[in-house]
């Protein structure tokens, strides 16, 4: 893992006190996110949730946390809806040609890539295809200056060594996609919902190849000085409570859950586009300490 090391300060300590904002009212919370107000059962949840938030935020570790669209679910709930990445099995390798690897160490300091707009995948576990459309559309953009929306909802619906909303793998979804049309999101629109198989608009965006990025912070890092990367990670209740900063691990398992866009990186974290809209994180975005080294 990789960690922040705090500054040595000598001669002398300071505290300094962090103040978080209080948590709106259960309904509050339910008039802005559109949910009923007089539901005692989500109210609960709720309630049990702000209790965690609160807790924390009084770690004061970096990063955080508020309520959000997600805060009227239990874990269990967020994660069956949300966190249905499946695990990659390293001799399951993709089927398409293997480009070279990228270059192993980064010359440059930081990088942080101006990838296509944040999504929402909604009460969908499709996380799996928006990491692989998001990785295309910003190769397009590298390539081309021009900006794409690609049709996640093509893999839900055609993908189907994936499950649509139950869960699929990036790897399946590149395979997939080899030699076919990738269509628009404008004519095959994001659903949210397991749908039948259509065609749509050619975006002109194809798939020739791959590259294996090498599971260290070095490969990683080397990789990101290329173009943004997408990646497994796991995702647990900070994920979904986070709301700025940088977030530590709280765990130390292997057993990745969520497929997201690595985007770049500076001193001591990674920066991730999520599929959770603009309203979660930072404006979509979040900031991680990682475990690059998971095999």
Same mark, same amino acid.
């Given at each position: 893992?990789?960690?922040?090391?705090?500054? *040595?300060?000598?001669? %002398?300590?300071? @505290?300094?006190?962090?103040? $978080? #904002? &209080? /948590?709106?009212?259960?309904?509050?919370?339910?008039?802005?996110?559109?949910?009923?107000?007089?539901?005692?059962?989500?109210?609960?949840?709720?309630?049990?949730?702000?209790?965690?938030?609160?807790?924390?935020?009084?770690?004061?570790?970096?990063?955080?946390? *508020?309520?959000?669209? %997600?805060?009227? @679910?239990?874990?269990?709930? $967020? #994660? &069956? /809806?949300?966190?249905?990445?499946?695990?990659?099995?390293?001799?399951?390798?993709?089927?398409?040609?293997?480009?070279?690897?990228?270059?192993?160490?980064?010359?440059?300091?930081?990088?942080?890539?101006?990838?296509?707009?944040?999504?929402?995948?909604?009460?969908?576990?499709?996380?799996?295809?928006?990491?692989?459309?998001?990785?295309?559309?910003?190769?397009?953009?590298?390539?081309?200056?021009?900006?794409?929306?690609?049709?996640?909802?093509?893999?839900?619906?055609?993908?189907?060594?994936?499950?649509?909303?139950?869960?699929?793998?990036?790897?399946?979804?590149?395979?997939?996609?080899?030699?076919?049309?990738?269509?628009?999101?404008?004519?095959?629109?994001?659903?949210?919902?397991?749908?039948?198989?259509?065609?749509?608009?050619?975006?002109?965006?194809?798939?020739?190849?791959?590259?294996?990025?090498?599971?260290?912070?070095?490969?990683?890092?080397?990789?990101?000085?290329?173009?943004?990367?997408?990646?497994?990670?796991?995702?647990?209740?900070?994920?979904?409570?986070?709301?700025?900063?940088?977030?530590?691990?709280?765990?130390?398992?292997?057993?990745?859950?969520?497929?997201?866009?690595?985007?770049?990186?500076?001193?001591?974290?990674?920066?991730?586009?999520?599929?959770?809209?603009?309203?979660?994180?930072?404006?979509?975005?979040?900031?991680?300490?990682?475990?690059?080294?998971?095999?």
């Amino acid at each position: 893992c990789s960690s922040l090391h705090p500054l *040595a300060m000598k001669g %002398f300590a300071a @505290l300094i006190p962090v103040a $978080f #904002a &209080a /948590q709106p009212s259960f309904q509050e919370w339910a008039v802005q996110y559109g949910f009923n107000g007089d539901d005692s059962t989500m109210e609960e949840k709720y309630n049990a949730n702000v209790a965690e938030i609160d807790d924390l935020n009084a770690a004061d570790n970096g990063a955080t946390f *508020a309520v959000n669209q %997600f805060s009227g @679910l239990t874990f269990d709930e $967020f #994660a &069956a /809806q949300y966190l249905t990445a499946q695990p990659m099995d390293s001799s399951d390798l993709p089927m398409l040609e293997d480009l070279d690897e990228p270059q192993l160490e980064a010359e440059v300091g930081g990088v942080n890539w101006a990838v296509t707009p944040v999504k929402d995948q909604g009460s969908c576990g499709s996380c799996w295809a928006f990491g692989t459309m998001g990785a295309l559309e910003h190769g397009h953009k590298q390539k081309t200056g021009a900006s794409v929306s690609l049709a996640e909802q093509q893999l839900v619906d055609c993908d189907t060594r994936s499950n649509g909303c139950s869960g699929g793998r990036p790897d399946w979804a590149i395979n997939y996609l080899a030699g076919k049309s990738i269509y628009t999101t404008a004519s095959y629109p994001y659903t949210a919902r397991d749908g039948t198989c259509k065609t749509g608009t050619a975006s002109g965006v194809q798939v020739s190849g791959y590259s294996q990025v090498p599971k260290t912070e070095s490969g990683l890092t080397g990789a990101l000085a290329s173009t943004s990367v997408t990646v497994m990670v796991y995702a647990d209740s900070t994920f979904q409570h986070y709301s700025s900063g940088v977030l530590s691990p709280s765990t130390t398992t292997c057993s990745l859950n969520h497929a997201v866009l690595a985007t770049g990186y500076d001193t001591g974290y990674w920066k991730i586009k999520n599929s959770w809209g603009t309203g979660w994180g930072e404006s979509g975005y979040i900031r991680k300490i990682g475990r690059a080294s998971c095999r």
